[in-house]
């Protein structure tokens, strides 16, 4: 049986060739994406929002009913809540928004905690009530700093490692196509609204992750085809490079948008602005790798001389002493 090759062997397409306007969309896209950030801002969750946090506990079940849980919550009008097992299987943690306005009325928040707990205990009677208390805007301000900090933390301990690697050029490459990928991913939660909570947060790290593996792929290919093709035109070279990686990205990608997509269209609403983000990280991810790190080593003057090792002078005088320079 033969195997079904998705990307044929004698593929040869000029990526390259439209380098430049791709350059100028994507920029443009990267401007736009932060624009909407800063004037439509984050639909920010209770992680980083704030609000009430109910911690209760179903003494006659051994596992907390979580999907029942998040339906019965969710109708209350309080937006999506948050809603995770705590320590014991049929303990939950239950998170929701607070409406405006709440913080400047005393006892608002614990009216609001209490209405979810008597809703609860009607549908589920012998829950016991652990905690009942507010999450100040200042601790989810802590959260989004935090969160921040880990977001570029990840990208630039990623781009000295291929700094360190390859060459710096290489590490300037990838840190502009990471920072090309979280920037989409953001802007499209700020133009779409989508709760941005410390979920999403994990799919932009694993965004982050997916985009280096496919780049470093490709930035290993282009380091043994400088090595091998010393006369090449660098844009021919690493037009030969994506090309002989194409299969594999291909495939790749193919693999994960299999399990993304039915997760995206029929899976519970609490995974859908996670599937979403992974979703689109994988599109721009792909392209970014292409369109984006390759390209910019031209800019960057990469050249075939880039991985020889340099004559030192030792060397130079070893060379003199055998009559070859």
Same mark, same amino acid.
């Given at each position: 049986?033969?195997?079904?090759?998705? /990307?044929?062997?004698?593929?040869?397409?000029?990526?390259?060739?439209?380098?430049?306007?791709?350059? =100028?969309?994507?920029?443009?896209?990267?401007?736009?994406?932060?624009?909407?950030?800063?004037?439509?801002?984050?639909?920010?969750?209770?992680?980083?929002?704030?609000?009430?946090?109910?911690?209760?506990?179903?003494?006659?079940?051994?596992?907390?009913?979580?999907?029942?849980?998040?339906?019965?919550?969710?109708?209350? $009008?309080?937006?999506?809540?948050?809603?995770?097992?705590? $320590?014991?299987?049929?303990?939950?943690?239950?998170? #929701? *928004?607070?409406?405006?306005?709440?913080?400047?009325?005393?006892?608002?928040?614990?009216?609001?905690?209490? @209405?979810? !707990?008597?809703? !609860?205990?009607?549908?589920?009677? $012998?829950?016991?009530?652990?905690?009942?208390?507010?999450?100040?805007?200042? =601790?989810?301000?802590?959260?989004?700093?935090?969160?921040?900090?880990?977001? +570029?933390?990840?990208?630039?301990?990623?781009?000295?490692? !291929?700094?360190? *690697?390859?060459?710096? @050029?290489?590490? #300037?490459?990838?840190?502009?196509?990471?920072?090309? %990928?979280?920037?989409?991913?953001?802007?499209?939660?700020?133009?779409?609204?989508?709760?941005?909570?410390? @979920?999403? #947060?994990?799919?932009? +790290?694993?965004?982050?992750?997916?985009?280096?593996?496919?780049?470093?792929?490709?930035?290993?290919?282009?380091?043994?085809?400088?090595?091998?093709?010393?006369?090449?035109?660098?844009?021919?070279?690493? %037009?030969?490079?994506?090309?002989?990686?194409?299969? *594999?990205?291909?495939?790749?990608?193919?693999?994960?948008?299999?399990?993304? =997509?039915?997760?995206?269209?029929?899976?519970?609403?609490?995974?859908?602005?996670?599937?979403?983000?992974?979703?689109?990280? !994988?599109?721009?991810?792909?392209?970014?790798?292409?369109?984006? &790190?390759?390209?910019?080593?031209?800019?960057?003057? /990469?050249?075939?001389?880039?991985?020889?090792?340099?004559?030192?002078?030792? %060397?130079? @005088?070893? *060379?003199?002493?055998? $009559?070859? &320079?």
């Amino acid at each position: 049986m033969r195997l079904i090759k998705l /990307v044929p062997d004698n593929t040869n397409i000029k990526f390259l060739k439209w380098r430049a306007p791709f350059y =100028v969309v994507s920029l443009l896209l990267i401007a736009t994406s932060w624009g909407l950030v800063l004037t439509k801002g984050l639909n920010f969750g209770v992680d980083f929002a704030g609000g009430q946090e109910i911690r209760v506990t179903f003494t006659q079940d051994a596992e907390a009913p979580i999907g029942q849980l998040r339906e019965l919550v969710g109708a209350l $009008g309080y937006g999506e809540p948050v809603i995770q097992r705590f $320590g014991e299987p049929n303990a939950v943690s239950i998170r #929701v *928004r607070l409406p405006e306005g709440t913080e400047n009325q005393p006892g608002a928040a614990t009216r609001i905690g209490n @209405q979810v !707990i008597d809703t !609860i205990g009607a549908e589920f009677p $012998g829950v016991r009530r652990d905690a009942n208390e507010t999450v100040s805007g200042k =601790v989810a301000a802590e959260f989004r700093t935090t969160a921040a900090y880990a977001l +570029l933390a990840a990208m630039l301990a990623i781009s000295v490692y !291929i700094w360190v *690697r390859f060459e710096w @050029q290489f590490g #300037v490459g990838a840190l502009f196509a990471l920072f090309h %990928d979280v920037s989409l991913t953001l802007g499209m939660f700020a133009l779409l609204q989508l709760e941005f909570s410390l @979920q999403i #947060v994990a799919a932009v +790290l694993a965004i982050i992750g997916y985009s280096l593996n496919d780049t470093i792929v490709i930035y290993d290919r282009i380091r043994e085809n400088l090595k091998k093709y010393r006369r090449m035109p660098l844009s021919e070279l690493l %037009d030969l490079s994506v090309n002989e990686t194409l299969a *594999r990205t291909v495939m790749t990608s193919l693999t994960l948008l299999v399990a993304l =997509v039915p997760l995206l269209l029929v899976g519970p609403a609490s995974l859908f602005g996670l599937t979403a983000a992974i979703t689109l990280g !994988i599109f721009v991810g792909t392209y970014s790798t292409v369109y984006m &790190a390759a390209p910019i080593l031209i800019w960057l003057g /990469v050249d075939s001389n880039s991985f020889v090792p340099r004559e030192t002078a030792a %060397d130079l @005088q070893d *060379r003199k002493a055998r $009559g070859e &320079a």
